[in-house]
């Protein structure tokens, strides 16, 4: 499934950027296929809820009306997806007006 710039169905959110930045995080973190698969499943929660348990975040230089969040990944039964014992997370910009949502990062916790 494509994320970059998709928006499958009226209603949902678009996502932006997920694809690459997750990408990118499993260049670094090298996690299991099954913690990889878990994370591209999370990935589309977002289009249905972009909060989702996410912990909002303040984020200096925002763009208008633009909102922060950095989310700890979780299977549907609440189970931490983790690597190496340290938790998933997913850092993303929300803008409302536009009905997106744009991947910052993914990393683990801990992580710099």
């Known amino acids: 499934m494509a994320y970059p710039n998709s928006q499958p169905f ?3 959110w678009r996502l932006d950027e997920f694809e690459p930045c997750l990408a990118d995080w499993q260049k670094r973190a090298e996690p299991s296929d099954e913690v990889y698969a878990a994370a591209k499943h999370w990935i589309d929660t977002r289009q249905d809820d972009y909060k989702g348990g996410a912990v909002p975040l303040p984020h200096e230089g925002t763009e208008g009306d633009s909102l922060w969040f950095l989310a700890y990944l979780s299977e549907f039964d609440g189970r931490a997806i983790t690597v190496d014992g340290r ?3 997913c850092s993303y910009e929300v803008f409302p007006t536009e009905h997106k949502i744009v991947c910052e990062r993914f990393s683990q ?4």
Do not use: M, N, S, Y
């Open 10 to 12: 009226p209603g949902k």
């Open 87 to 89: 938790q998933v997370t």
């Open 109 to 112: 916790t801990g992580e710099a």
